[in-house]
C-alpha cells in the first residue's frame, strides 16, 4: 500500500472547502475503506460536548450500534482517557472490548488532538487478525493531523 499517495489523496478531499467539514470526513473515510484491503471499518469519533463519552461521527463500513461510547470503555473509550494509539492484534484476546462486528479481527485506535487535546480519534477494524503495523500508525496519524488542521481553521 502506498500510503503517501492516500495521504495526498485525502488531503485533497479534506481541503474541498465547498464541502461541509463532515461531508469530507464521511469521503476521507469511503476512501481509506475503498483503498486499503485490511480497512474494513473506518470511522471518527469526537468527544461528545462535555460529557465524559464519545460519538461517532462519519464513518465508512457497516453499520455499528455503537454510536456512543463512555470513556474507558473498549479500545475507543481507553483511547479517549489514554491519549495513545492503541493496536490491537488480536480483539478475541483484549478484556475491554467492545465488538462491533462478529468477524472483526484487529484495530487501531489513533486518537486525534487539537491544540494538545484529544477531541477525538480514528478507528480502523480489520476483519484480518493482526492486520496493523507501523506504517499504518504513522499513516493515520497524518490523516489526524489533517483533520485537525481543518478543524481548526474552521473554527477560526
Request: hydrophobic share 40%; net charge negative.
Amino acid at each position: 500500500m502506498d500510503f503517501k499517495l492516500l495521504e495526498q489523496e485525502a488531503l485533497s478531499i479534506l481541503n474541498k472547502e465547498e464541502l461541509t467539514i463532515d461531508q469530507r470526513m464521511e469521503l476521507v473515510c469511503q476512501l481509506l475503506q475503498e483503498k486499503v484491503a485490511h480497512y474494513d471499518w473506518v470511522g471518527f469519533y469526537f468527544k461528545n460536548g462535555e460529557k465524559p463519552e464519545l460519538k461517532l461521527s462519519a464513518y465508512a463500513g457497516e453499520p455499528t450500534e455503537h454510536t456512543i461510547i463512555p470513556f474507558g470503555k473498549g479500545i475507543c473509550g481507553q483511547v479517549a482517557e489514554s491519549n495513545q494509539n492503541f493496536v490491537v492484534p488480536d480483539v478475541q484476546a483484549q478484556d475491554n472490548y467492545i465488538s462491533c462486528n462478529i468477524n472483526v479481527k484487529s484495530e487501531v485506535v489513533i486518537p486525534l488532538f487539537v491544540n494538545g487535546e484529544n477531541i477525538g480519534q480514528i478507528d480502523i477494524d480489520s476483519n484480518t487478525a493482526n492486520a496493523f503495523n507501523q506504517a499504518d500508525e504513522r499513516f493515520l496519524e497524518k490523516i489526524n493531523a489533517a483533520v485537525a488542521d481543518i478543524l481548526m481553521r474552521n473554527k477560526a
